[in-house]
Structures are given as C-alpha cells and as structure tokens.
C-alpha cells in the first residue's frame, strides 16, 4: 500500500508539472489575452496542486486563493476591458507557437528523464522541516511586504493604463 501511495504521488507530481508546464506554454503562444489568461489560470492551479503533493498546504491555498481567485480574476477584467476587435486577436496562435512547442518538448523530456525509474538524486536530501504560519507571517511582515504592496501598486496602474489606452482609442479624451 505504501508502495502505490509513493508512486501515486510521483505520478500525479508528474501530471502536475507537464500540465503546469504545458498551460505555461500556452500562456506564451496564444494570441487571444483571454485564452492566455485561462491558461495561466490553469497553470496556476496545478502549481497548487504540486506545492499540495509537497506538503506545503497554506501556500497551495494561498496559491489557488489569491492568484487564482483575486489576482486573476483581476487580470480577466482588465482584459475585458480591452478591444476584441483588435486585429491583432483575430490569429489564434503567436508566431512563438513552434519555438515554444520545442522548448516545452525539451523540458518534458527532462523532467520524465528526472522522475523515471532508476534516477536517484545524487544526494539525499536534507530532512524536511515542518511548516509553520508563524515563520511564514513573520517573513512575510519583516521582509517582503514591500513587495507585496508594490505588486498592487503595479497592478493599479495596469487597470489606469488600460482604461487610458481605450479612451484614446475611442477618442474620448474628456
């Protein structure tokens, strides 16, 4: 039974990453900002899934929470905001679509290379150390709140940006 679980995990982490890094790549090659963004959302959500299979449950939430649930939905608006006349968005697919096809192939390649059987790392690793919310407020608080609120500051100007950007498109200047 042991033995399942343990190959359940490395198989789902395996799903996991080909498909975060399959939705990653799709984020890169469409052409339409809308199914961009329903990659990247998807991209994101199994990134929650692998930070779950590592035993990191708060940043999995966090993960699915505030990126999918708030920064996205956010980054969905915006995009409503613009015009789907463009002709821009009229391609399905960048011209990317094959270099990112190529690279995304490569590190496929790599990671089934990494988890196939017969691969042992070449070193073991460092025992785990258990999560604590505590550390990680206190981290958040003391270091990377700056961060944290620069991030917002850029993501108000985003939205400023792209309501100027359609005023002048529309030519309303008042």
């Not at 006349?85 to 990317?96: E, Q």
């Amino acid at each position: 039974m042991t033995w399942l679980l343990a190959n359940l995990e490395t198989i789902l982490l395996a799903v996991f990453g080909v498909s975060a890094l399959a939705g990653g790549v799709l984020v890169v090659v469409l052409r339409q900002p809308m199914r961009a963004a329903m990659a990247l959302i998807s991209t994101m959500i199994f990134l929650g899934g692998i930070y779950g299979l590592l035993g990191v449950h708060f940043i999995a939430a966090f993960q699915v929470l505030i990126y999918v649930g708030a920064v996205m939905v956010f980054m969905v608006y915006v995009i409503m905001l613009l015009d789907p006349r463009d002709p821009a968005f009229r391609r399905r697919f960048s011209p990317l679509l094959f270099p990112g096809a190529a690279v995304a192939l490569g590190l496929a390649a790599t990671l089934i290379r990494g988890v196939a059987p017969g691969t042992a790392p070449a070193a073991a690793p460092a025992p785990a150390r258990g999560f604590s919310l505590a550390e990680f407020a206190t981290a958040f608080l003391n270091q990377y709140w700056l961060h944290f609120e620069l991030t917002s500051v850029l993501l108000l100007a985003a939205v400023i940006a792209a309501i100027a950007v359609i005023r002048v498109a529309r030519g309303d200047h008042g």
